[in-house]
Every structure is written in structure tokens, then in C-alpha cells.
């Protein structure tokens, strides 16, 4: 049967730096001074140096207010509406420089039969399918398919969806686009977790070519694990004043947890190379690090893009491979793996040709 493999893939963020102002931001918005304190401390130890966001901070923190496109005021935050609004003027921007950093040829255009798409954070339609065709010039009768609202590991599943359709239809290429605009979705709120989950998460995109064609990376197999008693650990839900998040401080733990116990059998017991792990923040790779009793540089890719990205929700481990891939020698193993809703781990299987 045909394989598929990963050809190329290509990333994107917008231009504006948001981490710092969003430390002090939230600093203030903080009115229990223990708490604040706490936040500071804790987000100094983030492993997070830079975070982008399509929104621009407007007036310096250091005047009492932080206001991007007037979203972030105390007492006046927007509506989903308006952060659907923002969501559909930033995000085809966002993807066209995604798009042309992935530089497809003629040829490589003339082969794209079906185009996936994976995005929790805005949805619109005719949405970012139909921008990339338009965009790309491809044929309307090009096939689409969204993957919505599976969190982080959406990437996993829609290269799973592209390996099934490569090994079945071997001539046809498929372009995954993985986008998130995560910064839409920060809520008003005195809840110290809450602040905490919303300080590791940026905007980015990735784009990729997958087909049959023996060049990057092998999709070898897939493998999903559920961790029972979790179910509530990680949500995601739509509200009226965005997407509401909880992020359970519980969750690295579980994931040691969980790896101590199954990860030799995600492994099927052979050395892995490579190691692209979603970065969900410092703790949670801290947790798959010992888990899988990994050497202390063994997740350094996914620790690179956390310090210059922060979690961009299922775009993430898609930047972490690109990293990889840069430097991949043929004939080495790989495991991607990614966290989100259910508890649940996506992980694939891979080795770079």
C-alpha cells in the first residue's frame, strides 16, 4: 500500500509581540495581591519568551491600560460576535503568509485533491478552505474537510485523515492548514488558574504538503489514548463572551501519569530519534519527560517553539516537526504527540526518508 509522507511544511505568526504587555496586563487586572505576585513568579517560569497576536497593543502598558482594537478594557469585554469579526479579518492574512512561505509549484498545485482544515479558535463560512483555493488558484472541485474544536491535537488527526486519503487515492496530494487565533479568547476574570492558562496561548499558523512522493517525513501509524477520570480536566465551550476555557492544574500530572503506564506501548518499545511534542506549556512537558523517562535534551524542539511562541493550540506540533525536520537524518524514528479535551494523547509514528 502507498505510503504518505509530510513533503514540506510552512509557518506563520502575526507581527505583533504580545507576551510582555500581556504579563502586565494581567498583572493589573489582578486585584488580590498574593495572587499577583503569584502570576508574576509563575509566569517568569513559563519557558515563554514571546507570544503573537493578530491584535496590537495600542497604549503602552506602563499608562495603566493595555487596549488592543479596544478588546481588553476592564468591565467591557467583546462579545463572541466581535471576536468572530476580528477572527475573519485576521486569519485569511494570516494563512496567505503561511502559504506563500510554503512556496507550492505548479506541479505541486496541479496534484492538491483535498484540502483539511483544523481550528477550535473562529469559524466562518465559506471559511479558510475557500481562501486557500482562491488564494492558490486550485480547482473548485478540489475536496474539503474541516476539523473543528478538538483543541491541540487536531494536527494528529488531520494527518491521520491525509494518510488515509493518500494510501487510498496515491496520486492525489493533500494541503493541511492548521490555524488558530487563540488570543480572541482571553476572558475577564480574578481566577488565578484561568489567568494561567491564558498566559502560555499565541496565534500561528502551519501549512503542509502531504502525498505519496518519498521526501520528508513517513506517517508510519497512529495510536490514541484516553485517560480515564479525566474527562473534565480540559473543556473548551462556546459562551456569549467568547470561548471559555479550563485548563486543570491536574493535567501534567495525569499525563505522567498516563505515560508511566502506557508509553511503551505508543513506543511499541523501540528508540525514538526524534521527539515532537506538543508544547502545552513547561509543566506539560516537564510531564513527558519523565513519563517517558526522556534525556533532558530530548524534547528541545518543542522547547524552542514554546519559548518563542508559547501553545498555539493545534498548529503547535506542527511548528515543533518543522523544526525537526530541518535537521532529520534519513533512516531516524519519530513520535509526535499531542494533548487536549478528553483527556486525551494523539501520538503518530514517524521516520524521516
Known sequence: MTAAYINRIATAVPSHKVHGAFVEFAAQMLKDDRMRTL???????SGIEHRYSGLSVIQPPSQGVVD??????ADGYPSTAKRMKMFEQFAPVLLRSALDKLALTADEKAGIR???VTCCT???????DFEAIDYLGLPSSVERT?????????????LKQARHIVRSEPGDSVL????????????ETQNLNEVLSFLIFGDGCSVSLISGMEEGLALDSFRALQVEGTRDLITWNVRDLGFDMVLSGRVPG???KALREYGGAITSGEAIDLWAVHPGGRSVLDAVEEGLNLSSDALASSRSILKQFGNMSSATVMFVLEDLMKSAKSGQ???AMSFGPGLTAETMRFHAV
Open 176 to 187: 493541511m492548514i492548521n490555524l488558530e487565533l487563540s488570543t480572541l479568547h482571553f476572558q
Open 333 to 335: 524514528k519519530g513520535c
Open 68 to 73: 488592543a482594537y479596544e478588546f481588553y478594557l
Open 122 to 128: 473562529g469559524l466562518y463560512a465559506p471559511g479558510l
Open 114 to 116: 483535498h484540502v483539511i
Open 146 to 158: 474541516m476539523i473543528g474544536f478538538m483543541g491541540c491535537y487536531a494536527a494528529i488527526n488531520g
Open 254 to 256: 495525569e499525563i505522567a
Open 39 to 45: 502570576f508574576q513568579r509563575m509566569s517568569a517560569k
